[in-house]
Nanobody
Framework: QVQVVESGGGSVQAGGSLRLSCVVS????????MAWFRQAPGKSRDLIAA????????YYTEAVKGRFTISRDNAKEFLYLQMDNLKPEDTATYYC???????????????????WGQGTQVTVSS
């Protein structure tokens, strides 16, 4: 049974930083692409950042490019999202997700992810 658990959310003022962490159990972490999604109230769940199985290839949606950094530590089996220069529009529930495999191409596709955490809330005030 695969379990995905996020941590690190909280409240911060605009311009501040937060670091989200995610741990996955139940499958060999290094074999799978990983991603971060977010969902604001009344909106769809969107893919914002993804990393391939080895950690060398990354994807970012335009809204977070240059401000967020996704990374993974396969030895520790952790995924991270460093969020800098946060804006009020970044307020959302953030979800960690594990992919269906280790594809170096499909990891940029939001439908490639099949296991999800419960989410962690990020609130940015102006």
């Amino acid at each position: 049974q695969v379990q995905v658990v996020e941590s690190g959310g909280g409240s911060v003022q605009a311009g501040g930083s937060l670091r989200l962490s995610c741990v996955v159990s139940g499958r060999i972490f290094s074999n799978y692409a990983m991603a971060w999604f977010r969902q604001a109230p009344g909106k769809s769940r969107d893919l914002i950042a993804a990393v391939n199985w080895l950690g060398f290839n990354t994807y970012y949606t335009e809204a977070v490019k240059g401000r967020f950094t996704i990374s993974r530590d396969n030895a520790k089996e952790f995924l991270y999202l460093q969020m800098d220069n946060l804006k009020p529009e970044d307020t959302a529930t953030y979800y960690c997700a594990q992919g269906k495999g280790g594809s170096d191409v499909l990891f940029e596709e939001k439908d490639y992810y099949e296991y999800w955490g419960q989410g962690t809330q990020v609130t940015v005030s102006s």
